[in-house]
Each structure stands twice: as C-alpha cells, then as structure tokens.
C-alpha cells in the first residue's frame, strides 16, 4: 500500500506541473493571439491542476490502513475523489460552453477577431503533450488499478481531444469561418462533458457494491473448483469495494468427513484465491456437506 501511495503521488505531481505550465501557456497564446477557444482549452488545462490535487488527497486517505472504525479500510474514498473530479470536470465545461454559446448567439461572429499563429502552434503543442500526460497516467492507474487515476488519465485524453477542437476551430477562423472558433469551444464542452460523466458513473458503480465483471467470477470458480476436497461450488458473491475486490463463496465437501479436514479445504480455497486474484482483498469461505 505504501508503494501504491508513493507512485500514485509521483504521478499526479507529474501532472500538477504540467497542466500548470501548459495552462499558463495556452491562457497566454489564447489572450495575446486572439482565440476564445484556446482561453477555454487553457481553462480546462487548469481545471486539472485542482482535480489532480483531488486526486492526491484521494490517494492518501484511501492508503490508509484499517481501523477500529474503518475495519474494511479506506479504499472506497478513493471512488469519492473521482466523483468531486467528475463533478469539477462538468461544471469547467458548462461554463465553457455557456460562453461559446453566448458568442454564437450573438449573431456578429464575423466580427470576431481571427486568432493567429500562435494560437495554432499552442494548440498543437497542447494535444501531443496531453496524449503524452494521458498514456503516462493510464500506465500506472492499470498498474496500480486506482480508479482515480484512471479518473484523471481520461481527464488529460479529455484535455487533447478539446485541443483537438480547438485546432480545427482555429484553422477554420484563420481561413476565414471566424464562427469556428466560438464552435470549437461548444465541442470541447460536449467533450469534457462525456468525460465526465463517464467518470461519475464507474465510480458511483464501485461505491454500491457493484458485483465483479462476469469473467472474473468465471475465473474464481475455476480457480475454487480446482482445489482438492471441492464437490461444489453453492454460492458465490462479490462485490467491488473501491479498487478491491471483496468474494463470499460457500462450498460442497464431502458430508463424511472431520471438520479438522472441511476446515483445510476452506483454507485452501482461501489461500488460492487470494494468491491468484490480487484485486480480491478478503474471501469468505462458507463449507457445506455434499450429502444433507
């Protein structure tokens, strides 16, 4: 758990001083070169740096070992900072929307003024170095499996995508469609937006003890079923608590023998289970006998 919080800490750092250099950046090349759209995309950009921060206090409490209180752990907190991040998330892209809105309503777009160059190459600086944010997080929210880092690894793709819009919105000014700018930044809302709301719902899932993917349940009943002693498998819960996996699993043996020997079987089967399944962080382990 400790190196968990120590990577996970890394990388979000990592983070933090990107997004802040890449948000001064594009909030300085959206003023001076003229672009609604790359003021909303610096916006955006900065969005991240508080919902990294977020993310780091997430981390760091759900890190936190048991207690008399806690008895199950902490890790659910984790899902909690990705909800606020979802949340930050899509109201930075209502108010960018808002504003684009506002622009085109306006009806006088062609008096917009047309972004220069500088807005373009920022904007193409943008995308590359949040793709590049985006593959760093994802590696080690996959590796570490932490929900709110994969919240915040969508967060930087969300971020390149709206650089994307905001490329193609600024091109599209500069040759002279000065709506495509205002455009550009509705884009971007529809795209942070999406991000968003994809985020708030894997995490509410993993707050109300959604059950494991279908596939994993397969897998530990291969892995049950395997064990010698096994007759039957009666039933199997899960249930995703956080980024872990907590399993009920009750179990035939044979009715005829001690309960010196049911009870080796059941520890076998927890032993097994939990060495083959990192993710499952606690099994039950309930023995019937075969023949009542």
């Not at 170095?129 to 709110?148: P, Q, V």
């Amino acid at each position: 758990m400790e190196h968990f919080e120590k990577t996970a800490v890394k990388v979000s750092a990592v983070s933090i001083a990107g997004n802040l250099i890449l948000s001064v950046f594009k909030l300085f090349a959206g003023i001076t070169a003229h672009s609604g759209a790359m003021v909303s995309d610096a916006v955006h950009s900065a969005s991240d740096v508080f919902s990294s921060i977020i993310v780091i206090i997430g981390i760091r409490i759900s890190a936190k070992a048991e207690d008399k209180e806690h008895p199950y752990g902490h890790e659910r907190l984790e899902c909690v900072s990705a909800i606020v991040l979802a949340v930050i998330l899509l109201i930075t892209g209502l108010f960018i929307g808002a504003d684009a809105i506002r622009n085109i309503s306006a009806g006088n777009v062609e008096n917009l003024e047309i972004p220069e160059t500088l807005a373009l190459v920022s904007a193409g600086i943008s995308i590359i170095a949040k793709e590049a944010m985006f593959w760093y997080t994802r590696h080690y929210a996959k590796s570490l499996k932490s929900d709110a880092l994969m919240a915040d690894a969508w967060h930087h793709r969300s971020d390149a995508l709206s650089s994307v819009g905001a490329l193609i919105g600024i091109a599209g000014a500069r040759m002279g469609f000065s709506v495509l700018d205002p455009v550009a930044s509705l884009v971007i809302c529809v795209f942070i937006a999406k991000a968003s709301i994809e985020i708030f719902s894997d995490a509410i899932n993993k707050m109300v003890d959604r059950s494991c993917d279908e596939k994993t349940e397969n897998n530990i009943r291969e892995c049950v079923m395997r064990q010698n002693g096994v007759e039957n498998i009666d039933l199997l819960r899960t249930r995703v608590f956080g980024s872990r996996i907590y399993a009920d699993i009750e179990i035939s043996v044979n009715g005829n023998i001690s309960l010196s020997e049911a009870h080796s079987i059941a520890e076998n089967v927890h032993s097994a289970v939990e060495n083959l399944f990192p993710d499952i962080k606690h099994i039950m382990v309930h023995v019937n006998p075969e023949n009542s």
